[in-house]
């Protein structure tokens, strides 16, 4: 029976472990909050991207590929200006 009371502790210890561990994983995955306009324009900013998507939604885009490659080089543009 002596056996069963030091394993109780290890497992304390373990599960413990186990935890702290999740915690911090769950930690590390959360998205960053969103950057004003105003933020540098090395840093992603939520409110600069939001624009692009209105505009985007203002009007139908017909699923080819002309339309994509320029959409897709606008955003590159503008991304490095």
Excluded: C, W
């Amino acid at each position: 029976m002596e056996h069963k009371h030091n394993l109780l502790p290890t497992l304390s210890l373990f599960l413990l472990l186990v935890i702290v561990t999740a915690r911090v994983m769950v930690l590390s995955q959360r998205s960053p909050a969103p950057l004003p306009a105003s933020a540098p324009a090395v840093d992603f900013s939520a409110e600069r991207a939001f624009r692009h998507v209105e505009a985007l939604g203002r009007e139908f885009l017909p699923n080819n590929r002309t339309d994509t490659v320029l959409v897709s080089k606008t955003f590159v543009f503008e991304q490095y200006e």
